[in-house]
């Protein structure tokens, strides 16, 4: 399993772009790099999942080098309801495997 | 509507006294997980289903047992629960081949065990 590796916390005003890098050197090459985000007292909530280039949705964009051993998580214009702990995370999309492990997590405080 | 479904939201069960957590989904996944998640820290993988193909952590304590009766329904039993498995215990299921990619996985609210 690939490990990741991600600030332990942030701090943001609000309205700024945060930009939260995983790095995950031993990624292989049919592993999926997915963000989760989690309030405190909930489950994990899905954010968005890239394999390489460029992803956007609605909520945030992914940015995956070519390399793909890093992974930045841009969130725009955040505000202080994203207050929360995000997680990178690198999963194989092969049969038969299927762990979802989590590593420490960026804690992120928005901050009027 | 709430797709995977734990119950009860809090439960509170004395030191030694066998407990059991439920979760039940309604996206008829094949994978299904039980994390458990102590304050401030990441959530620890226990085991996963993948149908009914069993895999358990390796570092996950003998004093955990899960079964997954059929597709909807997984169950998390604590044989002899001790103070130091208080916890937030978290189910979430996943999509196998064929049901998208695998690595998005949607969770429940959680059960919040206190041990007495």
């Known amino acids: 399993l690939a490990k990741t590796t991600q600030p332990i916390s942030m701090d943001s005003y609000e309205g700024q772009e945060v930009n939260i890098t995983c790095s995950h050197n031993n990624i292989a090459t049919n592993d999926y790099i997915t963000w989760y985000q989690q309030f405190p007292s909930q489950g994990p909530r899905f954010i968005i999942q890239?394999?390489?280039t460029k992803v956007t949705n609605e909520v945030a964009s992914l940015f995956i080098p070519a390399d793909r051993k890093s992974s930045t998580l841009s969130l725009p214009r955040v505000s202080l309801s994203d207050t929360a702990v995000y997680y990178c995370?690198?999963?194989?999309?092969?049969?038969?495997?299927?762990?979802?492990?989590f590593g420490k997590g960026t804690k992120l405080s928005v901050i009027p | 509507d709430a797709m995977v479904i734990q119950n009860p939201r809090y439960q509170v069960t004395q030191f030694g006294k066998p407990v059991t957590l439920s979760c039940s989904q309604t996206?008829?996944?094949?994978?299904m997980y039980w994390y458990q998640q102590k304050s401030s820290q990441a959530p620890k993988l226990l085991f996963h289903y993948y149908d009914k193909d069993f895999n358990n952590e390796a570092d996950t304590p003998d004093n955990f047992q899960s079964r997954r009766p059929n597709t909807s329904f997984c169950f998390l039993d604590i044989r002899s629960p001790g103070l130091g498995d208080a916890a937030m215990y978290l189910c979430?299921?996943?999509?196998?081949?064929?049901?998208?990619?695998?690595?998005?996985?949607?969770f429940g609210q959680g059960t919040r065990l206190t041990v007495v």
């Open positions: 995370l690198v999963g194989d999309a092969g049969a038969g495997s299927y762990q979802l492990t």
């Open positions: 890239g394999y390489k």
């Open positions: 996206l008829n996944h094949n994978v």
């Open positions: 979430a299921t996943g999509g196998g081949l064929g049901q998208g990619t695998n690595t998005e996985a949607f």
